[in-house]
């Protein structure tokens, strides 16, 4: 399979927290590079389009907006 991406992605098991409209709610960060990131939620009813990733562990805030979704992953891009 040949690697597409613009930027590779690091496969990693973070806590992260996705927030909007001063909701925010739990996610794990599966994979990430400097363009996105892969996020692993357990329910994604409500969840908008662009939101900001939070991601405490690294002091990081990023917004960002989906570009795939799955079952219980979505992917994102970082604006």
């Not at 992605?9 to 599966?30: D, F, L, Q, S, W």
């Not at 996020?39 to 939070?54: K, M, N, W």
Request: proline share 6%.
């Amino acid at each position: 399979m040949v690697e597409t991406r613009i930027a590779p992605r690091h496969r990693v098991m973070k806590p992260a927290k996705i927030e909007y409209g001063g909701v925010k709610i739990a996610c794990t960060v599966r994979d990430i590079s400097i363009t996105g990131a892969a996020l692993e939620v357990t329910d994604q009813f409500g969840i908008p389009a662009q939101f900001t990733l939070s991601m405490p562990e690294d002091g990081l805030k990023l917004p960002c907006h989906i570009v795939w979704r799955r079952e219980f992953r979505m992917g994102v891009a970082f604006d």
